[in-house]
């Protein structure tokens, strides 16, 4: 076995010398760590960077934001060297989602002007995605709308990828191009590999007028998906007159948009649907039940008192939970407990007081 | 030829197949760095195109909650919850169930989070013992502290489940911090991707960067390194084959629902998140549904490091036999043939890797020189056996500190890793082979394993 003992010994000479390399390294680092020589220091800066992608982004970042900060006129992008690359795009996307006001202001003219324009018009025309990712993703976070219809076309080019439906779509969303984005939310391939909490943060993005954007993707986007990010921001944002937008969508053959719909319509206070909506209160799925507690809640639990005790002696432990908190808002707390000691009902009853206290705790009030 | 010829012959090739293993070994460990080092360039390329931070202040987030079971003689609770209070996170509730003492909860704990007994209905999903009572706490309305004198760390996380709010549940140790975004990362894996039921990730040790060559923290940048090396050369590879690591060492977060379908932790020696989720992949797989886990690279989760070398053989053995046991409960997987079901390459290679390395490992360090002591080989032989277990250790560890620099570089401590070069060669003169021989057999005293070691 003679062959095993020479492999062993040219092995263990091939680790020795990379100890001995990396002892070298390291050692280097560490003693001109402390050095003030602008040489000496820009060379380990040079090496740190050689070893670490991260420490020649931090640097970049640290030149950008001295940049940034600088007096007005003074500094500019093209002073930062290698901004101009894949890792400076990075740094650049990522420096505009952390500055705001003026600095920001001042990152996008900067970005936006005829040196860095004409750089990143190159970059999507690269091959590589990644590039392109990063291209979208500066022209979204600095607002360079020039680059609109190139991001569309890149969303089509790579319609099989999650990161550029998530990426273009954004990027969309912060440019405000809403008739871009409605056209692209009709072809059922776009934003398909999107979860639909995505969906929704992409959405709340949007800088031009959401109420506008809201009508037209619910009756037109292909995706289901889509259609109740809509829904539920017509709920949070409180978009009332879109109601009637959202009252089709209580006949849909499926569950969860009905449940968004419920919802919705509480949350906005769509009288016009009450109707429709009582009868979910006895929905077998315990999900749409507790749904139609909160929204009675909200449409005023001393008028929907009755249907709301009986959601409170439910069977599951999360209608009773919901029901108590739209109880809540009854105002005369000690009728409502009579009442709710009338059912009989321990658990009811149990629910109803833990949800008193919760909320005296809640507002700093406690009591044992 | 007589017998002692036989025995003369027989070490001279075990002696050989002991070389040949341990340079097999080695160079599998480099092997697996290299996945690892692919797998995490892109990782840290996924992370440049998604602000998963967008996601901070945002409704459209999955709000958390986070367990965590304290034994009732623990002194670090009060710590732990100051660090998760302040968190960065939107929404997230705090859980701990204080199990395994009549006593009580101590004054301090009382008083510190102004804690008051709350009649709490909860909806008894999983079977769990009676709760004695339930704390909530006036100053921070996201805390609930739940007592429960009787039943182990499985029984409490499983009462902590019971009254979890939320749709991710994340459990912890005592011992373990959480970095302040911590919660955002973990829950952006289940935002992107609907089919997650699980995140998990390895715990670094805590280590401050010595001030001079007088300090010496050996104990503490060992257990550092062996962590960081463990996790490239061995966790990182086996995520690809749907087996996440043993868990004792790491945070996990799992979807609720999927805990819930899986009947929630089951009781064993330590590593009940790996045992669930075993379950879970075993229940997922059965019933044909698509699932996915993650394994998180990101050092967002620090641990303190053990003082004594008694307790880091302590805690690895009682590591090694929740492994074990959790491969021995799932153990058809890995040798079930068509191996259809993900994670059946993990479990091998953990079988390999975790049961019978160390026992060859340890085996050779005693048959080598037995056999040049018997004349089956010369002390050259011995001297290049040890030289090289001693460097391909070492370069192992500090290919794998460098790796973690490369990704996530410590902005804070720049000379760490020089202390951790050096004190990788140090790791491999005793302190990993003490650790390998640790594994071999079972806790003798399974209630004193389940102990927590004490920490610094």
Not at chain 1, 289 to 317: I, K, N, P, Q, S
Request: glycine share 8%; charged share 20%; with cysteine.
């Amino acid at each position: 076995m003679i062959w095993l003992r020479t492999a062993a010994m040219d092995l263990a000479l091939l680790l020795a010398g990379f100890l001995l390399l990396c002892g070298i390294l390291l050692s280097l680092l560490h003693i001109t760590r402390k050095v003030s020589n602008i040489r000496i220091r820009n060379m380990r800066e040079r090496l740190l960077c050689l070893l670490s992608g991260e420490a020649d982004a931090s640097r970049m970042k640290t030149k950008l934001y001295e940049m940034l900060h600088s007096g007005s006129g003074t500094g500019k992008l093209s002073d930062v060297r290698g901004i101009r690359s894949k890792r400076g795009l990075r740094v650049a996307a990522e420096t505009a989602g952390e500055v705001s006001g003026e600095v920001w202001q001042k990152l996008a003219a900067e970005a936006g002007s005829e040196w860095y324009c004409a750089y990143l018009q190159k970059k999507f025309g690269s091959s590589d995605p990644e590039t392109i990712l990063l291209a979208v993703r500066v022209a979204g976070a600095l607002h360079i709308t020039r680059f609109t219809q190139n991001i569309v076309t890149q969303i089509y080019c790579f319609r099989t990828n999650a990161a550029m439906q998530h990426i273009g779509m954004l990027s969309l969303c912060m440019l405000g191009a809403g008739r871009e984005i409605v056209a692209l939310c009709r072809d059922e391939s776009i934003a398909s590999l999107l979860s639909f909490r995505t969906l929704g943060e992409i959405f709340s993005t949007y800088t031009g007028d959401c109420r506008a954007l809201c009508r037209k993707l619910i009756t037109t986007a292909s995706d289901l998906y889509i259609r109740r990010t809509c829904i539920k921001m017509i709920g949070e944002s409180g978009y009332s007159e879109l109601g009637v937008l959202v009252v089709p969508f209580l006949k849909s053959s499926q569950l969860n948009a009905r449940i968004d719909a419920v919802r919705t319509i509480g949350q906005i206070q769509e009288r016009d649907a009450l109707e429709q909506v009582l009868p979910f209160s006895k929905d077998l799925r315990w999900e749409m039940r507790a749904v139609v507690a909160t929204a009675l809640g909200a449409f005023g639990a001393a008028e929907h008192l009755e249907t709301l005790l009986g959601l409170l002696c439910d069977r599951e432990w999360w209608v009773r939970y919901r029901a108590a908190q739209a109880l809540l808002r009854y105002p005369n707390r000690a009728a409502l407990m009579t009442r709710v000691e009338e059912t009989n009902d321990r658990f009811a009853l149990e629910m109803m007081r833990f949800s008193l206290d919760q909320e005296a705790l809640g507002k700093g009030g406690a009591n044992e | 030829m007589n017998l002692s010829g036989q025995v003369v012959r027989v070490f001279g090739w075990l002696s050989q197949f002991f070389l040949a293993f341990l340079m097999a070994g080695g160079l599998t460990g480099f092997f697996e760095l290299a996945v690892s080092y692919y797998r995490m360039r892109g990782y840290a390329k996924s992370l440049r195109f998604i602000d998963h931070r967008r996601f901070l202040d945002s409704e459209h987030i999955v709000p958390v909650s986070i367990l965590m079971a304290v034994p009732a003689d623990s002194q670090d609770a009060q710590d732990a919850l100051e660090s998760l209070l302040a968190l960065d996170f939107s929404e997230y509730e705090i859980i701990v169930a204080i199990y395994g003492g009549l006593a009580g909860l101590s004054k301090p704990l009382l008083d510190s989070f102004q804690l008051l007994p709350f009649q709490q209905p909860y909806k008894r999903s999983l079977p769990t013992g009676e709760l004695q009572r339930i704390y909530r706490s006036a100053r921070d309305f996201r805390l609930t502290v739940l007592e429960k004198p009787d039943g182990d760390r499985a029984d409490a996380l499983n009462a902590c489940v019971n009254l979890s709010s939320y749709p991710v549940v994340v459990t912890l140790d005592p011992d373990a911090a959480l970095e302040r975004d911590a919660l955002i990362r973990i829950v952006y894996a289940f935002v992107s991707d609907p089919q997650c039921v699980a995140v998990c990730g390895a715990a670094r040790v805590a280590c401050e960067e010595p001030q001079n060559w007088l300090e010496r923290r050996p104990l503490e940048c060992m257990q550092r390194t062996e962590r960081v090396r463990a996790l490239y050369t061995s966790r990182i590879g086996t995520e690809r084959t749907g087996f996440l690591a043993s868990i004792c060492d790491s945070f996990v977060a799992f979807k609720k629902s999927a805990v819930l379908e899986a009947g929630g932790f089951h009781t064993q020696t330590a590593g009940e998140e790996g045992g669930l989720l075993l379950d879970i992949q075993a229940r997922m797989r059965r019933n044909g549904r698509r699932y996915a886990t993650v394994f998180l690279p990101d050092p967002i989760c620090t641990v303190c490091p053990l003082v004594s070398i008694r307790e880091v053989c302590l805690q690895r053995r009682c590591w090694h036999a929740a492994l074990k046991a959790a491969l021995s409960r799932h153990g058809r997987a890995a040798f079930g043939w068509p191996a259809k079901q993900t994670g059946a390459g993990g479990l091998l290679f953990f079988w390999l890797s975790d049961i019978a390395a160390p026992v060859l490992e340890t085996l050779g360090l005693f048959v080598v020189p037995a056999a040049w002591l018997l004349g089956s080989v010369d002390g050259w032989f011995v001297l290049l056996y040890f030289s090289l277990s001693v460097l391909l250790g070492t370069a192992l560890s500090v290919s794998s500190v460098l790796l973690e620099e490369n990704i996530f570089p410590n902005t804070q401590q720049t000379g760490l890793p020089l202390w951790l070069f050096v004190y990788s060669f140090a790791e491999n003169l005793g302190y990993r082979q003490i650790a390998r021989a640790c594994r071999i057999g079972w806790p003798r005293d399974r209630t004193k394993a389940k102990g927590k070691p004490e920490k610094r």
